[in-house]
């Protein structure tokens, strides 16, 4: 039960085979047996969640059931949800109970999804290997010496590890992308604006977006229906008719379905960095379209390269901004001890935040200072212009954009956590999309060779704005006449 598709757990809920307590317990034990190792949930609740659970076989006897009713589901800790912990990863918000739902949980709430716990991320999603949160790296379940990814590590690994049906997480420079690589599943960051914000702890106002994470393409376009939609709570929400992501999903017809198909592949993508496995497992993902139909076009995404300075720049100024409000006043960690008010803002601030928080707190603060603004933020801001101008020359010669989602496999935990670079350069790939507001996918390609071990591989496809349902159409082609979105790992 545990591998198959939500459109088969649907199934067996809707024919009785099983129950929604039944499946939802079998998780819950799953989580069990694995979690003490793996550490992929920080908030778990069995008794509200065998509520809602038994709330759903109700619904499903009444028969008012949608697809997704009944379904486990695993939300990150950044959505905020009505009773639970939510921490962000942090010791800032160790304490904190939610006083109302997410946009994304009223909507799977009402989708009749049963919430299986809050996962573990990097705090305050800022990370690229879930090794900053307050709670604990969580473990790749691949090999547990390596990390998952991040900042959606725990619902990465939660996925990975089949410690539920599906996952929601959040992308702000490629963190449900490249976990999705990391890990060996499928992941969407949507076009930005597509999914509500609200509720949604922040980051970088202006990249942060939630998206699905599961096994298949066929999976996160039942998902999509249930997460997008206006919002009127959320300014940068979207207005646009509702879709149906999995209208393009029947199995495929002919030798070449994917004839017409204009595949752009960026020079920038395939030069220096990559590793050579890696893009070995990449290529023969390519050669696989090509068989399928698809047409190869050599593009050029010139301003690639400046992608992370840039995104380095925007994304800690916005971050000083959001995170001002932890001050220990009205919510959040407050220092036991300090003499003055201004004693309480500072101890409260370096006690409840870690390392990385801290250090972009004060790179944000101080591109956005007098005398540096113009020098750095909006300096950063016209080069992200530049690289939004890129796709737009790009989707002229191609319908999507495929190529690496990571320029490696699972690197070992504290392998980079000395080195920020270092780190910064796992989202080398991922983060010229968010800065764009483009939609990004990474989907299981194969696996790399490494020390003995076979790591995951994923390929990354972008689309043009609002190009969600075609790419989710293209990856279902692909996961078709493969099987690598199957494979789990050992020992769970």
Request: charged letters at 20%; aromatic letters at 8%; glycine letters at 10%.
């Amino acid at each position: 039960m545990i591998n198959n598709s939500l459109k088969q757990l649907g199934a067996m809920l809707a024919s009785k085979q099983i129950s929604s307590v039944e499946m939802t317990t079998e998780f819950l034990d799953r989580i069990d047996q694995h979690n003490p190792d793996i550490n992929a949930y920080i908030a778990l609740d069995r008794e509200r969640t065998l509520a809602q659970a038994a709330a759903a076989d109700a619904r499903i006897a009444a028969g008012t059931a949608e697809p997704l009713t009944g379904i486990p589901i695993a939300q990150k800790d950044i959505f905020v949800a009505k009773g639970w912990q939510t921490t962000c990863g942090s010791r800032m918000l160790e304490s904190f109970i939610g006083p109302y739902d997410a946009g994304v949980i009223e909507r799977f709430d009402a989708a009749g999804a049963v919430n299986l716990g809050k996962t573990n991320m990097d705090e305050f999603a800022m990370g690229s290997s879930n090794e900053t949160s307050y709670f604990g790296c969580v473990k790749n379940p691949w090999d547990r010496s390596r990390v998952p990814g991040g900042s959606s590590g725990g619902s990465a690994a939660a996925v990975a590890a089949r410690l539920c049906a599906a996952a929601t997480g959040t992308d702000t420079g490629g963190s449900i992308r490249q976990p999705a690589s990391l890990c060996g599943f499928s992941g969407l960051k949507p076009t930005y604006g597509l999914v509500s914000r609200y509720g949604m702890i922040a980051f970088a106002s202006s990249l942060d977006q939630a998206g699905p994470m599961a096994k298949s393409c066929e999976d996160m376009a039942l998902m999509m229906n249930v997460m997008t939609g206006f919002d009127a709570r959320d300014s940068t929400s979207l207005q646009r008719d509702k879709e149906d992501y999995t209208r393009g999903l029947p199995a495929m017809t002919g030798d070449k379905p994917l004839a017409g198909l204009r595949v752009g592949l960026p020079r920038e993508f395939f030069a220096d960095g990559l590793n050579a496995q890696v893009g070995s497992v990449v290529q023969a993902a390519i050669d696989e379209y090509c068989k399928l139909g698809a047409e190869i076009v050599s593009i050029s995404l010139p301003n690639t390269r400046l992608s992370i300075p840039v995104y380095y720049v925007l994304a800690p100024a916005e971050a000083s901004s959001n995170l001002s409000r932890y001050d220990g006043v009205r919510y959040g960690h407050r220092a036991p001890e300090y003499t003055d008010l201004m004693d309480m803002y500072c101890k409260s601030r370096a006690q409840g935040f870690g390392a990385e928080v801290k250090r972009r707190i004060l790179i944000g603060t101080y591109v956005l200072s007098a005398g540096y603004y113009d020098a750095y933020y909006l300096k950063a801001q016209q080069i992200r212009r530049l690289i939004a101008d890129d796709f737009a020359a790009a989707f002229t010669q191609c319908d999507v954009i495929m190529g690496p989602t990571a320029p490696g496999t699972a690197f070992r935990s504290g392998e980079k956590a000395d080195d920020p670079v270092a780190m910064y350069l796992e989202d080398l790939y991922t983060i010229a999309v968010n800065l764009a507001g483009l939609p990004g996918m990474s989907i299981p390609a194969g696996f790399a060779e490494v020390e003995g071990k076979a790591l995951p591989v994923g390929l990354q496809v972008i689309g043009n704005y609002f190009d969600e349902a075609r790419m989710l159409d293209i990856g279902h082609a692909y996961q078709q006449v493969t099987d690598w979105h199957t494979r789990m790992p050992e020992g769970v």
